[in-house]
Structures are given as structure tokens and as C-alpha cells.
């Protein structure tokens, strides 16, 4: 690997099924391709090698402890630097954490929820939709107000399928609701099933916030989910490198 640029800053995204990165060259930040998480890291990083060692590297983890130290370990081997692991907290980039433990909430949510403020202060739901779904409640004045968790509907038909083996999934979810076969019926049923959460979710908080709420879209699943939404929505794929962003720029 070349010798390294000095100044470069590195975000990374670190999810259950993928790792999604940005990095700043002089003064513009580049969003790469998200790559699969730590089996294709070292391809990655050699695929860098000409942008320079980073100075800093901010990551988001959502994947676990066990992630997280393999992650702090590679970045060490590979770089020589630390990495600076993001935690939620009580207050700060104009969002104010409710949780009774603030670091309780996970970064990502954090994050997104940062990057949603940043863009406007109207209110948000801002649904996050991986290998779990977060829908977030963030009021007028940057209050997180709460949120749900719900399964990806790949998870949901997953889970349903080791539990119930004598089901078969041969075929996969195409938004339809007139099944002929039972994979496909337990596969559309997963997705009718978070695409309802969602909506039902956004509904509530538009209730309580008001008519004026936004709805922020991010995350790898997003693409198949936006279709099926009732509710009007802005999809912003980069929410938590975004977020990321704006804490490396706070950051000293």
C-alpha cells in the first residue's frame, strides 16, 4: 500500500450485511460503494491505497460488539489509526436523545436522525430500512420522540421459515397479495407486513406531530420498500454517512 496523504478522513458505515463508506479528498466528501461486511474489507482497503492513509476514521456500528472490535482491530492493522467508534448521546448536532440511557440508541439512528435535523427543521419520521427497519419519531424542535423496530421482511421469512421447516420459500416477494404457493405467500406476507408497519408507524406520528411531518427514506432495502408506501417520502440513501459527516465536521 502507498505511503499515506495526511489529512484524509474516512466514515464508515458498518451494518449487520454491508459496510457503506465515505472519505474526504481536500474539501469534497466521496461516497464509495458499499462493500460486504469483513469479508470484503481487505479488497477494499487495498482499492484505497491511492487516496491516502486516513488521519481519522469515524465509524457508526450497528452490527454488535464482536463487529466492533473486529472492526477497531482491522482498521488498526491496516492503517495504523484508531478509529473513533460514534455513540448516541443526550443532546448535541440539534437532536435531543430521550432515552432514559442515551447510548442506548443505536448510532445509526442517532445519526440519521442528525443528518434529517440538518436538512430541516420541520418534523420527521425517519424510517431506516436494512436487516431491521427503525421508524423515528424527531419533533419541530429536535426532540427523538421514540420509534419502533420492525424485522426486514427478509428476516420475518427467515425466521418464519427455520421455525416452521415444513414450509417452503420457492419463490420470492413481488408485491402481490394473491399468493398461489406458500413461499410466495409467506415471502409477499413478510413484505405486506413491514410495508404496513411503516405506513401504519408514520401515521401515528403524524398524528402526534402534525401534517407537516416528512418522511425521510434511507437504507439498503429502501429501493423495494418506497414503491409500496402509502405515505409521501424523501429517500436519502446515505442518511447515516450523512449524519457521520456532520459529527466529523463538529468533531476536533
Known amino acids: 500500500m ?24 481536500a474539501q469534497e466528501w466521496v461516497v464509495g460503494a458499499a462493500v460486504p461486511r469483513m469479508d470484503g474489507l481487505t479488497d477494499w482497503a487495498a482499492s484505497l491505497a491511492d487516496q491516502g492513509r486516513p488521519q481519522r476514521i469515524l465509524i457508526s456500528n450497528s452490527a454488535g460488539l464482536t463487529a ?7 482498521c488498526e492493522s491496516q492503517w495504523g489509526v484508531a478509529p473513533k467508534i460514534i455513540r448516541s448521546e443526550l443532546s448535541g448536532f440539534g437532536v435531543h436523545n430521550a432515552y432514559q440511557n442515551p447510548s442506548a440508541l443505536g448510532a445509526d439512528r442517532w445519526l440519521a436522525m442528525i443528518a434529517a435535523r440538518h436538512d430541516s427543521s420541520a418534523p420527521a419520521a425517519v424510517v431506516d430500512c436494512g436487516t ?12 427523538f420522540l421514540g420509534g419502533v423496530i420492525i424485522p426486514s421482511n427478509q428476516t420475518m ?12 420459500a420457492d419463490a ?4 402481490s397479495v394473491f399468493n398461489l404457493s406458500t413461499g410466495s405467500a409467506v415471502a409477499n406476507g413478510s413484505l405486506m407486513a413491514v410495508i404496513g408497519g411503516i405506513d401504519r408507524t408514520v401515521e401515528a406520528f403524524i ?14 432495502n429502501a429501493a423495494r420498500i418506497a414503491p409500496l408506501l402509502r405515505c409521501r417520502f424523501s429517500e436519502q440513501p446515505n442518511l447515516v454517512l450523512d449524519g457521520l459527516r456532520i459529527v466529523a465536521e463538529g468533531v476536533t
Do not use: F, Y
Open 68 to 74: 466492533e472490535a473486529t472492526i477497531i482491530t482491522w
Open 157 to 168: 421469512c427467515r425466521n418464519l421459515l427455520a421455525q416452521v421447516t415444513h414450509l417452503h
Open 2 to 25: 502507498k505511503p499515506l496523504q495526511v489529512g484524509v478522513d474516512l466514515l464508515i458505515d458498518l451494518g449487520n450485511s454491508r459496510v457503506k463508506w465515505a472519505i474526504k479528498r
Open 132 to 143: 431491521v427497519v427503525t421508524v423515528d419519531a424527531l419533533d419541530a424542535v429536535g426532540c
Open 207 to 220: 398524528e402526534r406531530m402534525g401534517k407537516d411531518t416528512r418522511v425521510v427514506l434511507t437504507g439498503g
Open 172 to 175: 420470492t416477494a413481488e408485491s
